[in-house]
């Protein structure tokens, strides 16, 4: 299980590989939010319920990146990573219940490197050989 970062002219794009999808998904997680904070300064202090569902799994990892970016504002939280309970697919829909792990923001321990604003679709991309699962986007910054 690997993040890497994606050359993109504006902004910023995000690769993760995992040997199941949630891991896959977790690095994901743990590349967008190095982006906008040295994570190794947040303590998990806090947990805050991380819940969302789409028709496939590329949409999925843009709608759990996008919760995760919108429950940080909403919970004045920093967060350092996201745990993922389970990842299931019935009726048509695929559903991520998880838990995003961090402390209150404190801007004079916790500086801002770069603003994420969204994950986008643009790039997105979805493969499963070999039993990797990668996953990739680009982050509007």
Not at 4 to 24: V, W
Not at 61 to 73: A, D, M, R, V
Not at 85 to 99: C, E, P, Q, S, V
Not at 103 to 129: C, F, P, R, S, W
Request: with cysteine; glycine share 6%.
């Amino acid at each position: 299980m690997t993040y890497t970062y994606l050359d993109h002219e504006a902004d910023i794009g995000i690769r993760a590989i995992g040997s199941t999808l949630e891991e896959a998904f977790e690095q994901g997680a743990k590349a967008m939010l190095n982006v906008m904070w040295d994570i190794s300064t947040i303590e998990e202090r806090q947990s805050v319920q991380i819940e969302c569902a789409a028709r496939d799994i590329p949409e999925l990892f843009i709608e759990i990146l996008n919760e995760i970016l919108s429950k940080q504002g909403i919970e004045e939280i920093a967060v350092a990573r996201l745990q993922i309970d389970k990842i299931t697919n019935a009726d048509g829909k695929y559903r991520l219940k998880g838990i995003a792990l961090g402390e209150l923001l404190n801007l004079d321990k916790h500086i801002v490197k770069t603003e994420v604003k969204a994950a986008t679709y643009a790039g997105l991309k979805y493969e499963q050989k070999d039993n990797q699962h990668m996953i990739q986007c680009v982050l509007d910054v």
